[in-house]
């Protein structure tokens, strides 16, 4: 599903097999989004877009892209010696802003030239492009915390293995095998280098029986010996301040790349178009969930479903396009709208719900009487709300009087309903 921003509107929904890759669907959905749209857009996608061979079809065909860096393989390598650079000074930052005007991170670019083919038919396409390396104060402070939560539960597992005497607890004989369950421990947790774990070692001699076996009764005392047992324990954990303090400074940073210039998306407006781009999952929500409720398809022809998701992309467009327009007329007179809600009527908000708005005009009735040979139709009347949410959307007050006026003067038509 391809969607116009700001809007969220769906462009055009693709219908393809469960078993395939989503990284064969964009191209496709490329060159039917721009016959609407025209090649000079942005096209903005997950990371599924990285492919470098998508990136070279979608600036052959004129169009720019923005992509965050999937952190797997070069690209993770690249990221680390881009972070290092960041965090000692290397290269200079610039500060970015939210869309209101608070500082929400910093950033830097690095420019490089790609090659690459669109296909195996064609020529070879040259361009340069844009690495954003970014850091969010918001993901740096959510990495923060789980980093410490995974510290405080790396230290209790690792507190856990001085197990006390008696049976049924296990004793680390050798100071290797300790140290291999606490290095298990912190690489599970992700924390190594970040806590010192010293051992001790405990000796205690105890005397026990020369011979194996319990003596017979009445018998005269067994020959008895000495045994020493040394049993290795976590004596101190301890977090290095400075391992922790660098790890910390290098959480929260993502590098995204885009083809376009910067005199035309500088550094903040690029953070804030992709920040932007939530809107895209507006759809999927409407289409399986309340008014349209897609699942469960109890169809088994190709053809019948999608035609049904083909009806039903239609009335995303439809509820899309209604959500927005209230959305935008509210800050607009800077109002907000109560009682939208009917399960929490004294709710207030600016950015209502398309589920919302439809159930706000669930109450209206218009029943169809006819009587000698006569026709008679009444609207019940609108409520504040009802009349209010018309103005929102830009629609005349009396559109439901019209409607009558219209069935009322259609006869064929009440006497066909």
Same mark, same amino acid.
């Given at each position: 599903m391809a969607t116009l921003d700001p809007l969220g509107l769906p462009l055009l929904t693709q219908l393809v097999a469960g078993?395939?890759?989503? /990284?064969?669907?964009?191209?496709?959905?490329?060159?039917?989004?721009?016959?609407? $749209?025209?090649?000079?857009?942005?096209?903005?996608? /997950?990371?599924?877009?990285?492919?470098?061979? $998508?990136?070279?079809h979608l600036h052959g065909g004129g169009s720019r892209y923005l992509t965050p860096l999937a952190l797997v393989g070069k690209p993770k390598e690249d990221l680390a010696r881009w972070v290092e650079a960041a965090v000692t000074g290397a290269v200079s930052l610039t500060g970015v802003k939210a869309a209101a005007h608070e500082p929400s991170g910093r950033g830097s670019e690095v420019r490089r030239e790609q090659t690459s083919r669109a296909n195996d038919h064609e020529e070879p396409v040259h361009w340069h492009e844009r690495v954003l390396v970014l850091q969010s104060e918001e993901y740096a402070r959510a990495q923060e915390t789980a980093l410490r939560r995974r510290l405080d539960t790396a230290r209790t597992h690792l507190t856990a293995l001085t197990a006390p005497h008696g049976k049924g607890h296990r004793c680390y004989r050798t100071a290797d095998a300790l140290q291999a369950a606490c290095h298990r421990i912190l690489e599970k947790h992700a924390v190594v280098g970040l806590l010192t774990v010293t051992l001790a070692c405990a000796r205690q001699t105890r005397t026990v029986n020369a011979q194996r076996g319990r003596p017979r009764k009445h018998s005269p005392s067994p020959p008895q010996r000495r045994r020493e047992e040394v049993r290795y324990k976590v004596s101190t954990i301890h977090i290095d301040p400075q391992a922790l303090a660098a790890r910390v400074a290098r959480l929260g940073w993502r590098a995204y790349v885009t083809n376009a210039r910067a005199q035309e998306w500088s550094l903040n407006e690029v953070v804030l178009a992709y920040r932007g781009e939530w809107r895209i999952a507006q759809g999927f929500p409407l289409l399986k969930g309340r008014p349209l409720s897609v699942a469960p398809v109890y169809l088994t022809k190709t053809e019948q479903i999608r035609g049904l998701l083909c009806l039903l992309s239609l009335a995303v467009r439809a509820l899309t396009l209604l959500c927005y327009t209230v959305s935008q007329s509210l800050p607009q007179a800077d109002e907000t709208i109560k009682g939208i809600s009917p399960a929490y009527p004294h709710l207030t908000t600016n950015h209502p719900s398309a589920a919302m708005i439809l159930a706000a005009f669930a109450s209206i009735t218009l029943p169809f009487v006819q009587h000698a040979g006569q026709s008679f139709v009444h609207v019940s009347p609108l409520t504040p709300l009802q009349c209010r949410l018309l103005g929102l959307l830009h629609l005349p007050p009396d559109l439901y009087q019209r409607i009558v006026d219209i069935l009322t003067t259609h006869d064929p038509f009440l006497s066909e309903a």
């Amino acid at each position: 599903m391809a969607t116009l921003d700001p809007l969220g509107l769906p462009l055009l929904t693709q219908l393809v097999a469960g078993n395939s890759s989503d /990284d064969g669907s964009y191209v496709p959905a490329y060159e039917e989004a721009i016959k609407t $749209t025209g090649k000079d857009i942005m096209v903005i996608g /997950d990371s599924k877009l990285r492919g470098l061979a $998508t990136r070279a079809h979608l600036h052959g065909g004129g169009s720019r892209y923005l992509t965050p860096l999937a952190l797997v393989g070069k690209p993770k390598e690249d990221l680390a010696r881009w972070v290092e650079a960041a965090v000692t000074g290397a290269v200079s930052l610039t500060g970015v802003k939210a869309a209101a005007h608070e500082p929400s991170g910093r950033g830097s670019e690095v420019r490089r030239e790609q090659t690459s083919r669109a296909n195996d038919h064609e020529e070879p396409v040259h361009w340069h492009e844009r690495v954003l390396v970014l850091q969010s104060e918001e993901y740096a402070r959510a990495q923060e915390t789980a980093l410490r939560r995974r510290l405080d539960t790396a230290r209790t597992h690792l507190t856990a293995l001085t197990a006390p005497h008696g049976k049924g607890h296990r004793c680390y004989r050798t100071a290797d095998a300790l140290q291999a369950a606490c290095h298990r421990i912190l690489e599970k947790h992700a924390v190594v280098g970040l806590l010192t774990v010293t051992l001790a070692c405990a000796r205690q001699t105890r005397t026990v029986n020369a011979q194996r076996g319990r003596p017979r009764k009445h018998s005269p005392s067994p020959p008895q010996r000495r045994r020493e047992e040394v049993r290795y324990k976590v004596s101190t954990i301890h977090i290095d301040p400075q391992a922790l303090a660098a790890r910390v400074a290098r959480l929260g940073w993502r590098a995204y790349v885009t083809n376009a210039r910067a005199q035309e998306w500088s550094l903040n407006e690029v953070v804030l178009a992709y920040r932007g781009e939530w809107r895209i999952a507006q759809g999927f929500p409407l289409l399986k969930g309340r008014p349209l409720s897609v699942a469960p398809v109890y169809l088994t022809k190709t053809e019948q479903i999608r035609g049904l998701l083909c009806l039903l992309s239609l009335a995303v467009r439809a509820l899309t396009l209604l959500c927005y327009t209230v959305s935008q007329s509210l800050p607009q007179a800077d109002e907000t709208i109560k009682g939208i809600s009917p399960a929490y009527p004294h709710l207030t908000t600016n950015h209502p719900s398309a589920a919302m708005i439809l159930a706000a005009f669930a109450s209206i009735t218009l029943p169809f009487v006819q009587h000698a040979g006569q026709s008679f139709v009444h609207v019940s009347p609108l409520t504040p709300l009802q009349c209010r949410l018309l103005g929102l959307l830009h629609l005349p007050p009396d559109l439901y009087q019209r409607i009558v006026d219209i069935l009322t003067t259609h006869d064929p038509f009440l006497s066909e309903a």
